[in-house]
């Protein structure tokens, strides 16, 4: 298993620019998130999924979209990037039942806008 | 879900014993205490979870006092590799995982 992967892993952007963050899991889990981590600081929930089809949002929405067409892809959409949109971006997913108490996370993908 | 409260910052020589604290007075009877690390700036590790029993597993053993109200991670021999950010985190364990993340405890092990 590959577990969480995610796509690109550093990224500059201008202001104003779109872009797209590939997240993907091979685990068949149910429940995916994104989260962002600015400098210094813990993690904070963007946008989570329960299940294809099924999104919500997290903490920090403001700025971003998700979508969940298949079990295995969450990918996260930045409309017209802002220098506060600059952070490392986190992808995790997690099963569910008994046994849903670890959160599996990707390596993280790393935005500057500039 | 509950606030928790670390200290910012924490030192231990290789292979003592790291001794991490967190309080969770806020803690409500159905929540868990979870902890994951962040070393460097790779994506966070779950290491062990607890309601009210203390727990162990290969990675580290938790320990919840009675009141549930704090709780300390024990790293038993920590090696270099240990040198991590560590994030205390108290939620109930239903539905989807929306972990709320602190500042955590930054944890440097000495050689």
């Known amino acids: 298993n590959a577990g969480v992967t995610q796509t690109p892993k550093f990224r500059i952007l201008k202001i104003g620019q779109s872009m797209t963050l590939q997240c993907t899991q091979d685990m068949n889990h149910n429940y995916m998130y994104w989260y962002r981590q600015d400098p210094g600081m813990g993690l904070k929930l963007i946008y989570y999924s329960v299940g294809a089809g099924i999104t919500d949002k997290g903490e920090v929405p403001n700025g971003y979209n998700v979508s969940r067409s298949t079990t295995e892809d969450f990918p996260l959409r930045l409309e017209l990037a802002a220098p506060s949109q600059t952070s490392v971006y986190f992808c995790?997913?997690?099963?569910?039942?008994?046994?849903?108490?670890?959160?599996?996370f990707g390596p993280g993908t790393r935005l500057t806008v500039t | 879900d509950a606030k928790t409260t670390q200290p910012p910052s924490m030192d231990c020589a290789e292979g003592r014993a790291a001794n991490l604290p967190c309080n969770h007075s806020t803690i409500s009877g159905n929540e868990y205490v979870y902890w994951y690390r962040q070393i460097h700036s790779q994506g966070p590790q779950y290491i062990i979870h607890g309601l009210k029993n203390n727990e162990t597993n290969e990675m580290a053993s938790l320990i919840i006092t009675e009141d549930r109200k704090s709780s300390t991670l024990i790293l038993p021999h920590a090696t270099l590799r240990d040198t991590a950010v560590y994030y205390c985190i108290v939620r109930a364990h239903t539905g989807a995982q929306k972990l709320v993340f602190g500042q955590g405890t930054r944890l440097t092990i000495n050689p």
């Open positions: 995790a997913s997690s099963t569910t039942g008994l046994s849903s108490y670890e959160q599996y």
